[in-house]
């Protein structure tokens, strides 16, 4: 990282920027949520009310094709976003951590010296639970495809 050099002025500044990417991941981490709930409950809605007379069989293309199809895309545009979110979540914790160093190296060291589960190797984070769920809805898409198109 090059060199910053701040004077006493800029310390407010940076105290704001800071914040301000603090705000900045709760707003994608909101969004995420958000984004991804709204899919899993229309992806719930429409098996429960697409397929609540299936045992008779698949009747239609909507429930061998659209159905699934719209879920199968819909999930992957979800698990998609979590991951571009992420992104940017790093990114914000980054600008953060520079604006931490340069205006109060002393919290800067507190945060350092605490020991943080590595959210990469945490398998059960709660992204990683959305995306799981994500990945069980593209499961029952394929499986409804699979049959639809064999039956």
């Known amino acids: 990282m090059k060199k910053i050099e701040i004077n006493k002025g800029d310390i407010e500044h940076l105290k704001e920027y800071h914040q301000l990417q603090y705000e900045r991941i709760d707003k994608l981490e909101?969004?995420?949520f958000n984004f991804a709930n709204l899919i899993l409950t229309l992806g719930t809605f429409a098996l429960t009310f697409g397929y609540k007379d299936a045992s008779i069989g698949f009747n239609n293309a909507i429930q061998k094709i659209a159905i699934?199809?719209?879920?199968?895309?819909?999930n992957i545009a979800a698990i998609i976003f979590i991951?571009?979110?992420?992104?940017?979540?790093?990114?914000?914790?980054?600008?953060a951590e520079?604006?931490?160093e340069l205006y109060a190296p002393v919290l800067n060291q507190i945060n350092e010296n605490v020991?943080?589960?590595?959210?990469?190797?945490?398998?059960?984070?709660?992204?990683?639970?959305h995306i799981y769920l994500h990945g069980l809805f593209i499961i029952i898409a394929l499986s409804i495809l699979i049959y639809g198109f064999s039956h």
Do not use: C, V, Y
């Not at 020991?115 to 639970?129: M, P, V």
């Open 30 to 32: 909101e969004q995420r």
């Open 98 to 100: 520079i604006a931490r």
């Open 68 to 74: 699934p199809l719209l879920l199968l895309i819909s």
């Open 115 to 129: 020991t943080k589960i590595d959210s990469g190797k945490d398998i059960i984070k709660r992204s990683n639970l």
């Open 83 to 95: 991951f571009k979110t992420r992104e940017f979540i790093k990114m914000h914790q980054k600008r």
